[in-house]
């Protein structure tokens, strides 16, 4: 079952960025089109590593988990499976936008896979994306304060503001 609708409505905008801007902790939304199917379907995705860390352009792969695999409940497991889950604010694009901070990431990307994503492989929602095969992406902010979904990110020690 596919939830990409429910988190579709949760996107309260949405900033077109190139794939060297993309940064662990940011919620995208792109169009992929994979080996499998042949058509560009969009993707909305949570960035877990970019890996490798040096090196070609060419080379750099995305890894992240599709959204509309899980179910709200089970993506407000995964949030507090990566640590405490903290959103901060970053400004990019002359915009603020709300990303997810991911504490075993970059060069630990292994030790991240075994210990956190390998737990969540049960619904399919790991994924590697060839950062040059992704078209349109678009920086998502997305609200964290929606009860719908009953993630309700608004506690003040999940909040965490890059001011102070």
Known sequence: MSYLSAYRKNILDRTPITYREIEVGD???????????NSAK???VL???????????RDRKVHAFSLPELAPGIF??????????????DERKRKE???????DQGKK????????????NTYNAYRTYIMQDMKTIKL????????????????????QDTDT
């Open 27 to 37: 919620i995208l939304e792109f169009r992929y089109k994979s080996k499998k199917d």
């Open 42 to 44: 969009i993707r909305i």
């Open 47 to 57: 960035v877990v590593n970019i890996f490798p860390v040096a090196g070609s352009w």
């Open 76 to 89: 407000k497991r995964l949030l507090k499976r990566i640590g405490t889950p903290l959103v901060q604010l």
């Open 97 to 103: 936008v709300s990303k997810v901070i991911i504490k």
């Open 109 to 120: 990307g292994e030790i991240f896979y075994r210990r956190i994503s390998s737990r969540f």
């Open 140 to 159: 998502c902010e997305y609200d964290w304060k929606n009860k719908q979904l009953g993630l309700g990110i608004k506690d003040e020690n999940l909040l």
